[in-house]
């Protein structure tokens, strides 16, 4: 692969700026040590009266660290086989620490149980059991941390607890003069911290065949310039069970590839729950952590798998949800090889002048718990149940690491009880306002009494970017959703919260620290990579909403957008468009046909098509809907396409319509403009009073720009049935994005928001709404902007799945450290089915920042003089990247054995940005022709340099149970963010393979646009 050679000398020194902040009051960044403990097999527990079994250990030898502050990470699979009506099994699994010369400490116990298992309930129940601990008062210098489990009570049943893996992370509380035994002792070093990625939300509800694997999270490790490195990885998810899931065996596995090199299987962990008959609904957390202590050296990917193995449900409607993934890496060079790393710096490999795999130093802190809670009703406060305190002035723009986990248990009163909990982590900063950042659900969901007691652990982990640093506290608030009360009680305990905190980006300060002997290759830097390239943002404007009765209304422009830099050597145009459609069903057999075109016109006032989209819905009968209300929005590439001043608008126009009305709204579009050079050659300076350098120097610090890459919250479940808005769940923050726009002036920022909504079978009303907020410092929440999703009257049994987005562009944000944030408040919910479900995930969230042109910087030139005004439409270089890929035409599929299609590709060459992040916007149409289910996966791949492909990001469209209609038409778009540490020659594309598709009824997907923008961080 590629170096990314000098990288550093254009950075600015963003750390130094904070320096003279980082006094005694605020905490510097320290080294730390990481260390990997082991498993220590199985144990199958058939009595109370068995031996405690050891089932994991770490060893950590904090000699040369201060008042260590320790955080063990703990992880295992419990499995449970019950034999007879009512058996119940209770375990205890404690940490202890072992000093010498001193008697073992306990320091915690949690308790997993499940007490009374009725028959109805399951047979085998196979589970993750993880916690984390921090130790802050440490005497000894040598430590063992081991964990011990216990059987409390075994009756009717046995238990086998096996997988057990432990980690260590400590850091010193403070240097106090210890760096001359650094030189003896590689206890502590420097640590990458690396945030990985889900890739969506997966949903399988094949009763007949087992679905193929997919990759349901990922995370880059580049440990090249590690020596004999380590490596943590650390991976949670949720897991939904509805209540027609009798089967359930999931195999997740760890795989690393690493450069050209082979898939290797790191390890296995087994969910399952089998035999169940009673109909339970279920959300449980699933994680784990695996370290190694002589990782593969060079690029590396590390990504979960999953493999069904058995899948038995009722109905293609049952389905079985896996969500909220989250995946981080941690890699160190080993601690005991210090000879060979001074005698390394003689022939250092020139690889490592890439500053993506350097390692950095780290904060490290602890939180704490605040007790426990009892929830018996709905209406009680949400709990904190643990919060951590970080401060982070002296890191610049930091990447903070949150580990969580806690004890929740559910005792039954009485038959027939229900609970549903949120837990949220929020951030709060100096004088802002609280921000979730995260979302998790754990529910129990019982129609018939089946179960007298359970407990278990509930964990993540998560990566927070924050673009802003400063003092943050963190902390996870339970809340009751849905309580019957009288009937089941929840409880919530041992919250355990902790704290990592790294640079996000390399600064010439921390270069100074490593001096390398090695030569750089500079030949490594190819002559044929793609230049840099300046960008221009600029935001249209919608134009109102129209309502259509016939196919004889007239077009209307929905929206449009102005490109007015005729100096600018323009070589590709990305067109971005969202929109609101919303269609009212009139009379049984409705038709709606609607063309979305996008035109150009350019100086000669010549309109020109560049394409058109289609909508359809055709031949609704009365069973299907009465309004239905989605987002339309598609991209589009124009290549080469003026020197002047031009235009892009949207108009639409109705093909056909019958017994229904359509009205289209919300338009919005924007438009990021690449040039291969800003400014033009022939301008000249006039004669007058100024200094033509001063000005470029000023336009150049003015118009800067920045990618930044938000995250989605995690899952949201609508349950509660009710027209009663006073009686819906409440609201939730769905994705969230933090942008600092200090160092930009009259800032234009471009917002993109995908998610994917499934609606279950028996939803007969469902109303959505998204909004849009900005909070910027300590003013209040400003909304930005309303979308609607709503379905209603649905008579007819379906399952839908469909993509919803949109595009918001401000072009005068406010100054400072803002965070902008998308909810989503159910305005009406109505389903007529036990366990009927609404899901909101997949969340993404992308904003791309731009100066606007400060003319006051000009105000001493003569605005008259024509050759001036090259001056005034002057762009610097962003130091970013935008390719434009191609679609591969169209394909109809009329069977599940149909091989999969590659709908669109873009190939993009990071090789010349440090660090970079890639943006990938891809939108297409897909189209359900005839009655009975489709389901399709589309699948985002990245293959680097010939390596082998990864799954990024996975996304399903599906309609189950079509009867109501002849053909409907939409598209189908999303928005993805890829952090990848390790740059190249990348290639993004696309697949879509037929998941289920019934004998009459065919899908076909065409219209693939794909683009990816990429720009190194700073």
Sequence with gaps: MTSNYNCQSSKDNVGDENLHKCKQKHPKPKKILLECGDGTGSKTFTSKDDETFQIAYVTIDNTFLEKPQILIKFSSIVKMERFVDGGSVSLRYELIKIEEYKEPEILGSWIFEEINVETNEFEVAEEAFSFIFCDSDTGSKCCDYLVKVTPIEIEGARARVSNGRMAALAQASCNCGKEEYEVESSKAENILLNCGSGNGSIILREEDEIEPPFVIAHVTLDNTCLNKSKALIEFSSIINLDNEVRDVRLQFELIRTCDNGNEVSLGTWTFERTGITNGTELEKAFDFVFCECDASSGCCEYFVKVIPLTIDVLGIDSSIVINNARMVALGQSSKDLFKEKRNARKNQNSCCISQGSKAKKILLECGEGNRSRNFISSNEYPFQLANVTLDTTCLSKPIVNIEFSSLVSFDRVAADGDARLRYELFRICEKKSAVSIGVWVVERVDSESSLGKSTNSFSFTFCDCVNCNGRCEYFVEVTPIEITEGVITATVSNGRIAALAQDGYFSQSSMSNNSYDGSIEFNKFKINQPRRQNLLLECGDGSGSKTFTSSENDAFQLAHVTLDKPLLNIS???????????????????????????????????????????????????????????????????????????????????????????????????????????????????????????????????????????????????????????????????????????????????????????????????????????????????????????????????????????????????????????????????????????????????????????????????????????????????????????????????????????????????????????????????????????????ELFRVCDDRTPISLGIWIAEIVGITFFDRATNTFNFTFCDCTSCCGCCDYFVKVTPIRISSRITSTVGNGRIAALAQETH
């Design 572 to 938: 590709k145009v990305l067109i971005k468009f969202s929109s609101i459609l919303d269609v009212e069903r009139l009379t049984d057999g409705a038709t709606v046909r609607m063309q979305y075109e996008l035109f150009r016109v350019g100086e000669d006032m010549k309109s020109k098509a560049l394409g058109n989209w289609t909508f359809e819905a055709v031949n609704v009968d009365d069973n299907a809907f009465n309004t239905q209300e989605e987002s339309f929005s598609f991209i589009f590439c124009d290549y080469k396409p003026f020197k002047g001043l031009c235009d892009y608008f949207v108009s639409v126009t109705p093909i056909e319509i019958e017994g229904a009305t359509a009205t289209v709204g919300n338009g919005r579009m924007a438009a990021l403009a690449s040039s291969s050079s800003g400014f033009i050659k022939e301008a000249k300076p006039c004669d007058l009073n100024f200094n033509l350098d001063e000005l470029q120097q000023k336009l150049q610090k003015t118009k800067k720009s920045a990618l930044v890459c938000g995250q989605g919250n995690g899952s949201i479940v609508f349950r509660e049935n009710s027209t009663d808005p006073s009686e819906l769940d409440p609201k939730a923050t769905i994705a969230n994005i933090s942008l600092d726009t200090r160092f930009l002036d009259r800032a234009e920022i471009l917002i993109e928001f995908s998610t994917i909504i499934e609606i279950e079978d028996g939803a007969e009303d469902i109303r959505l709404q998204f909004e849009l907020f900005r909070v910027c410092e300590d003013t209040e929440p400003l909304s930005l902007g309303i979308w609607n999703f709503q379905r209603t009257n649905v008579d007819e049994f379906i399952e839908l799945t469909k993509a919803f987005d949109f595009i918001f562009c401000e072009c005068d944000a406010p100054k400072g450290c803002c965070d902008y944030f998308v909810t989503v408040k159910p305005l009406e919910i109505d389903i007529d089915s036990p366990g009927g479900n609404i899901v909101v995930n997949n969340a993404r969230m992308a904003a791309f920042l731009q100066s606007s042109m400060r003319l006051e910087d000009c105000k001493n030139i003569d605005r008259q003089s024509d050759c001036i005004k090259p001056l005034i439409n002057y762009h610097p270089s962003s130091k970013a990247l935008l390719e434009c890929g191609e679609g591969n035409g169209m394909r109809s599929f009329s069977s599940e054995n149909d091989p999969a299609f590659q709908l669109a590709r873009v190939r993009i060459d990071t090789s010349s940005l440090c660090n970079p992040i890639v943006n990938i916007d891809f939108s297409s149409i897909v189209s359900f022709d005839g009655s009975g289910d489709v389901r399709l996966r589309y």
